[in-house]
């Protein structure tokens, strides 16, 4: 690496940490703990095995997040999802959301997910953190 793409790492992983830490609440309707339940279409107990990040078209990237679905508390599906979410970084050249959660190989816990309507995600059966939560320790109550 060079030191160009060194201090280009280490400026997104500082935005990534103060991003991390406000995505989990984007409204008021986000910091109630039932309606996200209610909203979620699956609440899933897991682990991310693998997230690799691709870019679809010139300057648009996309990380694709696979979990091996342990428990499923809300909903049913296969025993390993993929998740996918805007933004990531391929060698040098980062995109970074705001409200997009990060994930990293070996997390565990519980996912409030949802489904996405449109047909990009839909026809790959790729589903979506609800309200930016990424992965949550304990259930939420």
């Known amino acids: 690496m060079t030191s160009k793409q060194i201090i280009v790492f280490l400026i997104l992983l500082f935005s ?3 991003l991390s830490k406000t995505y989990a609440i984007h ?7 039932q309606l996200v339940v209610k909203i979620s279409d699956v609440i899933v107990y897991g682990e991310v095995v693998k997230v ?7 300057g648009q990237i996309y990380t694709l997040v696979n979990v091996k679905a342990d428990k499923y508390i809300k909903g049913e599906g296969r025993s ?5 979410l805007p933004g990531g970084c391929i060698e040098a050249y980062c ?4 409200g ?12 409030y997910l949802s489904k996405p309507q449109s047909d990009d995600y839909a026809s790959h059966e790729y589903y979506r953190p609800v309200c930016g939560y990424g992965v949550v320790k304990a259930p939420l109550e």
């Open 16 to 18: 990534v940490f103060f």
């Open 80 to 84: 390993s999802i993929v998740l996918k």
């Open 100 to 111: 997009i959660p990060i994930f990293y190989v070996g997390q565990k816990g519980y996912l």
């Open 52 to 58: 690799e990040t691709k870019e679809v078209k010139k």
């Open 27 to 33: 409204s008021q309707e986000c910091g109630d703990v």
């Open 95 to 98: 995109m970074g959301v705001s």
